[in-house]
Each structure stands twice: as structure tokens, then as C-alpha cells.
């Protein structure tokens, strides 16, 4: 049996320590035995939060959908007497964020599989998005479908495992060693139900088959492209993400949703994930302007630049001190149609951080605590003037 790396939570205080703290002192020290009463504020409150993320531009519509199914699904294990409270997360707030962490995100960063994915197949499967199943119990215990058939036994009771497990069974783990190009794969017609063999034509589609063994996935399909956009057309507004360097302090910036996944499954420990820095508006004529990332060989720190001119410079005359790795993105820089996005540098670290988000700027370079000094107008974000209709419920 794999462990569930997903058991492995972090602590408010007691987390400072190198060594375990004892039962006596979890014990003495934790309040989620008296202050689990709290959870509807608790989760009142991180809603709230989450919803200010997303009008910020600091988290994506998707991933506020994610936080709001999550908590949904949590009140409903609280009230049904599922929910599992843990002394040695100390507080309500703690179990309950271990538990929203546990049941999507991580599950899906573990196995490397795209959160969109599972979103899809827990409303193909159960409706589990859409409908509300505050009177229907029984749909969580078989979430994701998985490992259900008829005639025998949930084999992955429960909604984390159910979503954990899902997720093991979509990705390459499960796939990889029983697929090979060109192979057929014998499923069922979704009408009829008579056999056929269909050939896949890579390891994703060959795992979509093997979790659900009927011909066409038409659901998936339409589900998919109701909610996030139908995948083969470039998308609209593209997030670029922005992970810190623990060891130095440094940003980094990437539009790549396969560098996301990587970074986050394999470099958990060297690069912090930080969110949402901007959205791009690929659909603005405004963005053509290429952003050139660059790394110094010497501060082992990243430099973001629009200039052309700038680039060339730093490689004529240090050549061994900088290195051009690529373009991250397409920004602006005229005024007309666009946004700001700011250059902030810490104060100790002088790492760059870029950020579209006025409230962000503003709370993290006031006041005498203030960790970042405002270095101006790094580039600017084209914004289109066609609004895109929302999908997804």
C-alpha cells in the first residue's frame, strides 16, 4: 500500500520545533476540543478570504470554485459526524484547512494530475459541483466512482479517498507500465454496450479509458469544455505564477502549467508556490511585448526585463554573470487599454516581486514594517474589451 502523504499536516506553534512535541503538551496546548464549535464561522471566515484572493487577481475563479466546493463538502462531514478533528493540529482552523488541502490539491500535485480533471469526473460521476448533497450522504462515500463496480464493495470509501485515489488511478503511475503507442484497448459502446477496440493516442487518453471503459468520453468532454474552455483553443486569460526561493529570496516567474506541477511535485523544498502573480489577456492587442527572463550566475538571482536593448547589454558585457533562459509571457507597455503591473523589491533579499494587484502593492510597502519598497511600473497588462461569459456553475 503507497502512504498518503496527505496525513503529513503542518502545525500553528508547535511547528517551530526540530524535535516532536509530546502528548502532554499537544494536549495542554491544543483548543480544537472546545473551539471546534467555530467551524461555520471558521469556514465563514476563509471563504470570505478566499473570495478577496480571487478580486485580487491573487488566486484563479478556478481555484476559489475548488476552495468553495471543498468547504462545502467539509460543513457536510462536520454535520454528518464524519469529520476527523485532530489534536495535533491544535485548532479548528488548522483541521479544517489540513482537510480542504487534503482533498483536491495536494491529491492532485501528488500525482501530477491537473485539478481540472478531478473537478470534471466528480460532477461526470456523482454531480457532485453542481447539485447540492446536503440530503444525499451516500454520493460523497463514492465521489470519484473510483474502484466502485457493481456487484462488489466501495473499495475507496469516503471522499478524500475517493479523490486521492482517483487521482492515483488517472495518473502515470498507473498508466504508464501497461501502455504502449499503438495499442488497442477493448471498451464498450456508451449506446449499445457491444464491445470495441479503440486505439488511444497517447498515455492521457489511454488513462481516461481505462478509469471509465465507454466509447465515446462525451460527458468528460462536455463537462470539460462547459467549465475551463475547450482545451485544443488557446485560452484567454492565462495565470503566471509566482514561486519564492527559500534560500535566497528570489522570484520566479512561469506561464507554464507543466513548470507549476513540476516545481510544486519535485522542488517543494527549494521553491515556495506563491500563487497568482498576473493574468494575461492573450486576446489583447495590446500584448505583444515579449518578458525576458535572465539569471545571474553570480547573485544565482532571476531578472525580468521588456528592454531588448537592456538584454543584449547585460550579455555583451558580463557574459559569464548572466545567462538568458527565455520569454516567460507577452505584456505591454503602451498606456492606452492596459494595467499596471508593479515592481516591488525586498528590502533585505532585493528580489523582485511583480504583482498586478493595487491592494497587494499597497498593503506589503506601508507602514514602518514594511518588507518591500516600490520600484514603479514594471510592464503593463493588455486588457481586452470583450467580456468572456462565465462557464462552470
Known amino acids: 500500500m503507497i502512504p498518503n502523504p496527505l496525513d503529513k499536516k503542518s502545525q500553528a506553534w508547535s511547528g517551530r520545533f ?4 509530546s502528548d502532554v503538551v499537544q494536549r495542554y496546548t491544543a483548543s480544537v476540543g472546545f ?21 485580487q487577481g491573487i488566486i484563479s475563479l478556478e481555484d476559489y470554485t475548488a476552495i468553495e466546493r471543498g468547504m462545502e463538502k467539509i460543513a457536510q462531514e462536520i454535520e454528518n459526524g464524519w469529520f476527523e478533528w485532530k489534536i495535533e493540529l491544535e485548532d479548528v482552523h488548522l483541521n479544517i484547512e489540513a482537510r480542504l488541502t487534503q482533498i483536491i490539491g495536494e ?12 473537478l470534471v469526473t466528480l460532477q461526470k460521476e456523482q454531480s457532485l459541483i453542481e447539485v447540492s448533497n446536503q440530503y444525499n450522504a451516500s454520493r460523497l462515500v463514492k465521489a470519484m466512482g473510483y474502484g466502485i463496480y457493481s456487484g462488489s464493495p466501495n473499495r475507496f470509501p469516503g471522499f478524500g479517498n475517493q479523490v486521492f485515489n482517483a487521482a492515483r488511478g488517472y495518473s502515470q503511475y498507473e498508466t504508464r507500465y501497461s501502455w504502449v503507442p499503438g495499442m488497442g484497448l477493448r471498451v464498450e459502446y456508451q449506446s449499445s454496450g457491444e464491445a470495441t477496440i479503440i486505439v488511444p493516442a497517447n498515455v492521457c487518453t489511454y488513462g481516461l479509458y481505462k478509469y471509465t471503459p465507454y466509447y465515446p468520453q462525451k460527458r468528460f468532454w462536455e463537462i470539460y469544455v462547459r467549465y475551463f474552455g475547450d482545451p485544443q483553443t488557446p485560452a484567454r486569460m492565462q495565470p503566471v505564477y509566482r514561486f519564492r526561493n527559500v534560500n535566497n529570496g528570489t522570484y520566479y516567474y512561469t506561464a507554464s502549467e507543466a513548470k507549476r506541477y513540476t516545481l510544486l511535485r519535485t522542488a517543494s523544498e527549494k521553491w515556495a508556490f506563491s500563487g497568482v502573480a498576473f493574468t494575461i489577456d492573450a486576446s489583447a492587442t495590446a500584448t505583444t511585448v ?23 547589454s547585460l550579455l555583451a558585457v558580463r557574459p559569464k554573470q548572466w545567462r538568458y533562459d527565455k520569454v516567460t509571457c507577452y505584456v505591454s507597455t503602451s498606456t492606452s487599454g492596459t494595467i499596471p503591473a ?14 498586478s494587484s493595487q491592494a497587494s502593492k499597497t498593503t506589503l510597502t506601508s507602514g514602518r514594517g514594511a518588507l518591500f519598497i516600490y520600484r514603479g511600473i514594471s510592464f503593463r497588462l493588455g486588457v481586452s474589451k470583450t467580456t468572456t461569459p462565465p462557464v462552470g456553475p
Open 107 to 118: 491529491a492532485a500535485v501528488y500525482w501530477n494530475i491537473n485539478p481540472k480533471v478531478l
Open 18 to 21: 526540530s524535535e516532536p512535541v
Open 342 to 355: 508593479y515592481r516591488l523589491e525586498h528590502k533585505t533579499t532585493h528580489a523582485t516581486l511583480v504583482t
Open 290 to 312: 515579449p518578458l525576458y527572463q535572465m539569471y545571474n550566475w553570480v547573485t544565482k538571482k532571476y531578472l525580468y526585463t521588456t528592454s531588448n536593448a537592456k538584454l543584449k
Open 35 to 55: 473551539d471546534q464549535r467555530l467551524w461555520k464561522a471558521d469556514i465563514t471566515g476563509s471563504l470570505a478570504h478566499a473570495e478577496m484572493l480571487k478580486a
